[in-house]
């Protein structure tokens, strides 16, 4: 009988030693999983095409400040290029994997061989407006000749939007005195009576306005079918990290839907995380709500690139001598990051 309390004593001892042993174990695994660090978001670059501080980036720098990027496993840098046209040129070149650009940039560019497509665009309409002053007696594009029209540089897509809108009426630019003035200065010679005009966006309407200037506004693409912003990265990085395209993608949109649903409130936070607009609130208020009026309406699926649209574009911009030549639609875009 002794032996027998022995060994069911050792037996329990045993399997509580046991049982203590798999509990340690576990222990020391959920303080392994515990002390572990997270994985670090991936680093990426994103060019503007002009300052980031414009209310035109206000979905990229709200999916910033926001954390809608940080959710999406992505730490985003910034850097600035020199227009449009020369982020399309840089995210081919793949000396940075993403950028920003207005959408017929990938129409100018890939004649020349640059392998860059865009990857979203933001809203249906134009980015660029002909913005003119209400005393300078233009009602239409062919209004334009002989007068003195700004932008903000010749290597933006807006200039090319402007050489657009000018052919619609036939005109080219010897007709008019185009100014590049940089991002200040293009609405600050309509403001002064320097410039009748400028090829402009949202953003530089409030300033305008606030300086006392009344301004009448020609949306561009009721003359030809210029389109918005996009993004724009390289075949290369659709092919060979198209998570990263994706997630940067998604984190944009949802900035820019933001904007859509509540302007006053987006500008609240954009003002939060770009503080040069301290002040100015009502500006950057003014200018999404342009841009939710002239610019993100006309999307069935919110970003989805409208190839039919492009096509159009295309075919202005070759019948126009702006192109030399066409590529094929299909090498412009892709939708399958918006699906």
């Known amino acids: 009988m002794m032996m027998f309390v022995r060994r069911v004593c050792s037996t329990s ?24 660090p997270a994985r670090a978001n991936e680093k990426i670059t994103y060019l503007f095409p002009a300052p980031p501080l414009l209310p035109a980036f206000g979905p990229i720098q709200l999916a910033k400040g926001k ?72 009602t239409k594009p062919s209004d334009l000749k002989g007068k003195t029209i700004t932008v903000m540089s010749y290597q933006d897509t ?26 200040v200065g293009v609405w600050q010679m309509v403001a002064t009576g320097k410039s009748v005009g400028m090829a402009g966006v949202p953003d530089w309407i409030p300033p305008l306005e606030a300086a006392g200037v009344s301004v009448k506004v020609l949306p561009t693409d009721e003359f030809f079918p210029h389109m918005a912003q996009a993004i724009a990265a390289s075949d290369q990085v659709i092919k060979d990290r198209p998570d990263m395209v994706r997630a940067f993608v998604k984190a944009a949109l949802h900035g820019m839907k933001d904007i859509m649903d509540d302007p006053a409130a987006a500008a609240t936070d954009f003002v939060k995380f770009v503080p040069e607009w301290n002040g100015k609130e009502g500006q950057v208020k003014e200018a999404f709500e342009y841009y939710d009026k002239l610019v993100y309406p006309g999307q069935k699926v919110l970003g989805a690139i409208d190839p039919e ?30 699906q």
């Open 158 to 183: 807006t200039f090319y939007a402007l050489l657009g809108l000018l052919a619609s009426a036939g005109l080219s630019k010897d007709d008019v005195d185009i100014q590049a003035a940089g991002p």
């Open 13 to 36: 001892l045993q399997s509580a030693r046991a049982g203590a042993a798999l509990f340690i174990g576990l222990l020391s695994a959920v303080a392994l999983i515990t002390v572990s």
């Open 309 to 338: 649209r492009l096509s159009k574009l295309q075919d202005f911009y070759l019948a126009k001598g702006i192109i030399q030549k066409k590529s094929p639609v299909d090498d412009l875009y892709t939708n399958q990051f918006v």
């Open 67 to 138: 954390g809608y990027f940080s959710q999406a496993g992505l730490d985003v840098t910034y850097a600035v290029g020199r227009g449009g046209v020369d982020v399309a040129k840089e995210v081919g070149a793949g000396n940075v994997p993403i950028g920003g650009i207005v959408a017929d940039a990938p129409i100018i560019v890939r004649q020349n061989g640059v392998p860059v497509k865009m990857v979203t665009v933001f809203g249906g309409k134009g980015f660029m407006q002909l913005v003119v002053r209400s005393d300078s007696g233009i």
